[in-house]
T-cell receptor
Framework: AQSVTQPDIHITVSEGASLELRCNYS??????LFWYVQSPGQGLQLLLK??????LVQGIKGFEAEFKRSQSSFNLRKPSVHWSDAAEYFC????????????FGTGTRLTIIP | NAGVTQTPKFQVLKTGQSMTLQCAQD?????MYWYRQDPGMGLRLIYY???????DKGEVPNGYNVSRLNKREFSLRLESAAPSQTSVYFC?????????????FGNGTRLTVT
């Protein structure tokens, strides 16, 4: 069965610092990978997705993620965080049997300090 | 920005009471989903409807029923609420079941069962 691990429950960074959120997946074939962001009291919003091709994908709000097959990872990065980036971030993985098989990680809560 | 609308936003029930969570979308999407979000567990799929007229169980369907009333509306019913169903419930939609079609989420219903 596929699974997603986000090893960091909570991360705190200073405004303007760089950010990397880790995501590791377990799945035999090439997965479809997603990052979603959830602001307090809101639903989840898609940041970016990877299906094939270039392993570095760009998303909204200045985020990017890199797919590394050898490490089974899909880490999310941002060069310089803003206070508005404080939120919870979820990595998710799917395969070609439809979205009902989408598996979410447990999330990483990001706190930004001035 | 209507998108996916969930009602109510908050609800408190006593054990054994019933209620229906409503979800409506105006994006003409074919597939609709109900997730629950619990601390440290990410999102888990309860039921989904790949298209109008069809519904299927997800990962955690016990204690719930659903109705895909029409293309726009997908309701989730708790017939006899239990404290274990205290959670935040999210409705989500997507254009098709295809794995590369992203989910669009509502803002959630926070349910407490006492």
């Amino acid at each position: 069965a596929q699974s997603v691990t986000q090893p960091d429950i909570h991360i705190t960074v200073s405004e303007g610092a760089s950010l990397e959120l880790r995501c590791n997946y377990s799945y035999g074939a090439t997965p479809y990978l997603f990052w979603y962001v959830q602001s307090p009291g809101q639903g989840l919003q898609l940041l970016l997705k990877y299906f094939s091709g270039d392993t570095l994908v760009q998303g909204i709000k200045g985020f990017e993620a890199e797919f590394k097959r050898s490490q089974s990872s899909f880490n999310l990065r941002k060069p310089s965080v803003h206070w508005s980036d404080a939120a919870e971030y979820f990595c998710a993985v799917s395969h070609n049997f439809g979205n009902e098989k989408l598996t979410f990680g447990t999330g990483t809560r990001l706190t930004i300090i001035p | 920005n209507a998108g996916v609308t969930q009602t109510p936003k908050f609800q408190v029930l006593k054990t054994g009471q019933s209620m229906t969570l409503q979800c409506a979308q105006d994006m003409n999407h074919n597939s609709m989903y109900w997730y629950r979000q619990d601390p440290g567990m990410g999102l888990r799929l309860i039921y989904y409807s790949a298209s109008e007229g069809t519904t299927d169980k997800g990962e955690v369907p016990n204690g719930y029923n659903v109705s895909r009333l029409n293309k726009r509306e997908f309701s989730l019913r708790l017939e006899s609420a239990a404290p274990s169903q205290t959670s935040v419930y999210f409705c989500a939609t997507k254009w098709s079941r295809a794995e590369n079609s992203p989910l669009h989420f509502g803002n959630g219903t926070r349910l407490t069962v006492t």
